[in-house]
């Protein structure tokens, strides 16, 4: 791990009330597929002294990640290259989580259908399978096309062998999840594009706040 990584990393390991949230229990119900946020584990605490943001601030910028995985088709996506530049939601979790998965893809897409259409169209949206050994390109996609129909700019999903997903999480500052794959880190985080993330979202975070911090850091 390079040091840049293992600083980003310490800030979540040492500040984050919650670094890895476990996927289980009864499957999202009614009102979270329609967008609502249940409270899952607990509320990581990130925030910087300024709290400027709706989400959780982090007092130390995390940079855009480099890594290249498998993308749609089964081509190599390689994340800088694909979302430099661009406002960016990135999230890494698993298409059989019942709960944590499913409710922040949800109240992404909520989000985005609350925002200006013209920046919804300009924000990418990437999910890191944690579970690649099930999740494959056709399985990701026919995950993701149950948030994304309606939106300007799909859903993106991503897999590859374990090695190459660790290595990504260690990019992004996140830890590895552990459990084959089921004991996640919870956070979604937001880079502008500046390809920095100020700020982060976690279970106590509702669509509200993603629209919010993303008119924010976009200026829209």
Do not use: W
């Amino acid at each position: 791990m390079n040091p840049f990584s293992r600083s980003r990393l310490a800030v979540l390991t040492v500040s984050a009330g919650l670094v890895l949230a476990g996927c289980g229990g009864a499957a999202a119900d009614e009102d979270t597929a329609a967008g609502g946020h249940d409270d899952h584990g607990a509320v990581a605490q990130v925030e910087g002294p300024a709290d400027r943001y709706a989400g959780l601030d982090l007092p130390d910028p995390y940079q855009r990640p480099s890594f290249t995985l498998t993308g749609p088709g089964g081509q190599p996506y390689d994340f800088a290259a694909e979302t430099g530049g661009k406002p960016t939601l990135l999230f890494f979790g698993f298409t059989n989580c019942p709960d944590i998965c499913p409710t922040t893809m949800a109240d992404v897409a909520v989000a985005l259908r609350g925002v200006d259409p013209a920046l919804a169209e300009q924000v990418q949206v990437v999910f890191v399978t944690t579970d690649p050994a099930f999740d494959t390109p056709e399985v990701l996609a026919e995950y993701l096309g149950r948030f994304d129909a309606d939106l300007p700019t799909r859903f993106v999903g991503l897999t590859g062998d374990q090695v190459a997903i660790d290595q990504a999480q260690l990019a992004a500052g996140v830890p590895q999840a552990e459990d084959n794959g089921r004991l996640h880190s919870s956070l979604l985080l937001l880079y502008g594009t500046d390809d920095l993330a100020n700020v982060a979202f976690d279970a106590g975070n509702t669509s509200r706040d993603i629209a919010e911090d993303l008119r924010l850091v976009t200026g829209a």
